[in-house]
């Protein structure tokens, strides 16, 4: 296995997810970005709702997200509000109907029917193979992580669901423990 062969592996893969998302978002009305765009807000936490972080997830100008954001809103799948420190900042909300759409969406059937039939324990090294991909494509990159908060050398857990970020000084929930955030670190290695 070389970078080549890798390169042409993830393309495949990631073509054949792209073209059967496309014909179901089409029949939606919708474009791929405009829904990657969602599904990153449905994803993260609150330090990670701003325009700005939606184009660093996505790696895109921040124009383009704008109109992406703009059509979201439009349809009822986003809200915009003032932070409440901050006024210039603008922080993004999924609605109620978004997040239904990003569960009707995902998984991709591809990847389901595949875990479906998958030898068992397949799927999960998958997983943590390709995590190990990204972090270190990332790492050497220096691109931000986004990586899930339960994983972020700022955590510290308190007691039973509850959590802190040492990096914000402010308690976080379990749930909110299982989001991405812009400003997440890993565990450094021993
Ligand atoms: S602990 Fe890390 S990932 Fe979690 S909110 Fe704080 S900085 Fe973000």
Known sequence: MNARQLQQLLERLSSLLHSEN???????????VQFEALQYLSLC????????????????????????????????????????EDKRITRLQTTAM???????????????DYCNHAPPGEPEA????????????????????FGQCHSCRHNRKLGEGRYLCQ?????????EVQLICREHEPVADS
């Open 22 to 32: 496309r014909a179901r978002l089409n029949r939606l009305g919708l474009q791929p």
């Open 45 to 84: 936490n609150r330090y990670s709702n701003t325009p700005k972080a939606v184009a660093e997830y996505l790696g895109l100008t921040k124009g383009t997200v704008s109109q992406s954001i703009k059509v979201l809103e439009n349809r009822g799948l986003v809200t915009k509000s003032q932070d409440t």
């Open 98 to 112: 978004g997040r239904e759409l990003v569960e009707s969406l995902t998984p991709s059937p591809l990847l389901a």
């Open 126 to 145: 998958l997983v943590t193979q390709l995590t190990s991909l990204l972090r270190q494509v990332q790492a050497l990159h220096q691109h931000r992580m």
């Open 167 to 175: 990096l914000t000084g402010e308690s976080l929930s379990a749930p």
